[in-house]
């Protein structure tokens, strides 16, 4: 399935006093490859949310592997595990520059319609991209 890699430089104001990176800041490292990840399929989040779109996170888990530290410039591989239906799933994989596996983790989003506040189905526009990919 298609993948994106995004780049991310780790800053100081991310790290503990130990200038490790604080845990909960992986979240938004994810939030990053996806949303790099929309953007190189011609949306973003701003775009789908002015067409009554949203996609809330209904579930996030992670597996720290081993820590990154102040300055180190992260590679975020975000990769989508099948193709949504309601809702999409996400698979990633964070590497520091030495190439080494810091975190795996999983997203799942859902498609929300949002003047009704349902679930829908995932765009048409975002399938029939995929589909070309």
């Known amino acids: 399935m298609k993948n994106t890699l995004t780049h ?8 503990d006093q130990m200038g490790v990176v604080y845990y909960g800041n992986y979240a938004q490292y994810l939030e990053q490859g ?9 949306f973003s989040y701003k775009w789908m949310e002015a067409n009554n ?10 597996d720290y592997k081993q820590p990154a530290f102040y300055d180190d410039l ?9 193709m949504p ?3 999409i ?19 799942i989003l ?11 189905r995932a765009p048409d526009y975002l399938m029939e991209k995929l589909k070309e990919e």
Request: charged share 25%; net charge positive; no cysteine.
């Open 89 to 107: 799933e996400f698979y990633y994989e964070i590497y520091n520059e030495s190439k080494q596996l810091l975190i795996t983790a999983t997203t």
């Open 53 to 62: 779109v949203h996609l809330p996170v209904i579930h996030f888990s992670i």
């Open 74 to 82: 992260l590679t975020v591989k975000t990769t989508l595990k099948q």
């Open 34 to 42: 996806r949303t790099e990840w929309l953007r190189e399929l011609g």
């Open 85 to 87: 239906n309601v809702k």
């Open 8 to 15: 991310i430089r780790v800053r100081y104001g991310e790290t």
């Open 110 to 120: 859902v498609f929300v319609n949002s003047t009704t506040k349902k679930l829908m």
